[in-house]
């Protein structure tokens, strides 16, 4: 089993629709990242987060330590919005991130 | 000014060749990462420099794989006797300090054949 799980990997939807991506972790963790890499590989770091939640525009992203899951939130999705968004987490003590596999989002007008 | 620069952005050697690829993170940032894209696979950890600390190696897959930074800046990974395996994508990332936010390099495209 891996150690960072993310679900859906696969998502479609309309535009405008709000867009839930899970990540469940099997780690000790200092710290949850949520990244998205567009076609062309750049990838962009949206949020870090150990506790709580964090808005920025019409992204959320969530975080349960006790139960060891993160969402990430979209609001009124875009086309623009189609990315693979990929959760990995910090380990305790050390830098290294441990990636989940990505979710590929496609957001259709 | 400028993000975390990575060069070259794409790279097609033939296999048994070395190749150096080189990250330049932005300025002031202690910490240095490198990370490897695997065709349709996820992101792995390579190795990571955090100011003058040893770095922590862990996640090279072989000891063709090494790296290195000097005066805390410019890093450069290199791959002797490339195989075809080992054909990625190579992320580089900075941060102002350990347990800050990542800033990403658009990566270098390793092809070999």
């Known amino acids: 089993k891996n150690e960072v799980e993310q679900s859906p990997q696969n998502l479609t939807a309309q535009e405008g629709e709000f867009i839930t991506i899970n990540c469940s972790y099997s780690v000790g963790i200092s710290a949850l990242h949520w990244l998205q890499q567009h076609p062309g590989g750049g990838i962009v770091s949206l949020f870090m987060?150990?506790?709580g939640k964090k808005k920025h525009g019409r992204l959320i992203a969530t975080i349960n330590i006790q139960e060891k899951h993160s969402s990430l939130h979209i609001t009124a999705s875009h086309p623009r919005d189609s990315a693979v968004y990929i959760c990995?987490?910090?380990?305790?003590?050390?830098?290294?991130?441990?990636f989940g596999t990505g979710t590929r989002l496609t957001i259709i007008p | 000014g400028a993000g975390v620069s990575q060069s070259p952005s794409n790279k097609v050697t033939e296999k048994g060749k070395d190749v150096e690829l080189r990250c330049d993170p932005i300025s002031g940032h202690t910490a240095l990462y490198w990370y490897r894209q695997s065709l349709g696979q996820g992101l792995e950890f390579l190795i990571y420099f955090q100011g003058n600390s040893a770095p922590d190696k862990s996640g090279l897959p072989s000891d063709r794989f090494s790296a290195e930074r000097t005066g805390g800046s410019v890093s450069t990974l290199t791959i002797q006797r490339t195989q075809q395996e080992d054909s990625a994508v190579y992320l580089c990332a900075s941060s102002l300090v350990r347990g800050s936010p990542l800033h990403f390099g658009n990566g270098t495209r390793l092809t070999v054949t």
């Open positions: 990995a987490v910090g380990r305790l003590r050390n830098e290294k991130l441990t």
């Open positions: 987060l150990s506790s």
